[in-house]
């Protein structure tokens, strides 16, 4: 089956300072993978997706994304950090209705 | 635009009683819906999935069950809640089969006392 893993529980960066919150997945064939931001007590947001093609996606609030087949992996970024941005981000991976997702790192983005 | 609605927001219920958690999509025809939990704040645990009316398929053997009365209905039931019932349950709605993202709904926080 199909899974993904967040290395880091947490992530802390000073506002103004890039960002960049790490993901690798497992997955046999072609991997459709997401990014998602949950802020305290909400639904998950939907942020970014690849399914193919560039490399680096582009999604909400200014986060990208970069697939590394070779490295089997998918980290999320952003070039300068706010403090708005501190919440908990989700790595998925998606095989037919299967959503596998990682555990989560939380991410404090201090002023 | 397409809105996921959960009802109830939170919910604190006693060991062995039963629960009714409820999902609405508006704005789109022929949804897949998902519930998932998330215990203690972290990763999702996919519990059913739904393609269509009366269709229901199960991730996880557990004391819970689905069912989808309508085209953009589902409900998450239990006859008798276990303290490991606890958690936050979130519904979700896809367009399709295939690589699309899912839309989550806001959740329901379900303490079992």
């Known amino acids: 089956a199909q899974s993904v893993a967040q290395p880091e529980d947490q992530v802390n960066v000073a506002e103004g300072n890039p960002l960049t919150v790490k993901c690798t997945y497992s997955v046999s064939g072609n991997p459709y993978l997401f990014w998602y931001v949950q802020y305290p007590n909400r639904g998950l947001q939907f942020l970014l997706k690849?399914?193919?093609?560039?490399?680096l996606v582009k999604g909400s609030y200014g986060f990208e994304a970069e697939f590394n087949k070779s490295q089997t992996s998918f980290h999320l970024k952003k070039p300068s950090a706010l403090v708005s941005d501190s919440a908990l981000y989700f790595c998925a991976v998606l095989k037919l209705h299967d959503m596998r997702f990682g555990a989560g790192t939380r991410l404090t983005v201090k002023p | 635009s397409q809105t996921i609605h959960q009802w109830p927001a939170t919910l604190v219920q006693p060991v062995g009683s039963p629960l009714s958690l409820e999902c609405t999509v508006e704005?789109?025809?022929?949804?897949?819906l998902y519930w998932y939990r998330q215990a203690a704040g972290r990763g999702l645990q996919l519990l059913f999935y739904s393609v269509g009316i009366g269709q229901i398929s199960s991730e996880v053997p557990q004391n819970l069950s689905a069912s989808r009365p309508q085209d953009r209905q589902f409900i998450l039931s239990s006859k008798k809640l276990l303290l490991s019932d606890s958690g936050f349950y979130l519904c979700?709605?896809?367009?399709?089969?295939?690589?699309?993202?899912?839309?989550f709904g806001p959740g329901t926080r379900l303490t079992v006392t």
């Open positions: 979700a709605w896809g367009p399709g089969t295939g690589f699309y993202e899912q839309y």
């Open positions: 690849y399914i193919t093609g560039d490399n």
């Open positions: 704005g789109t025809s022929n949804p897949n």
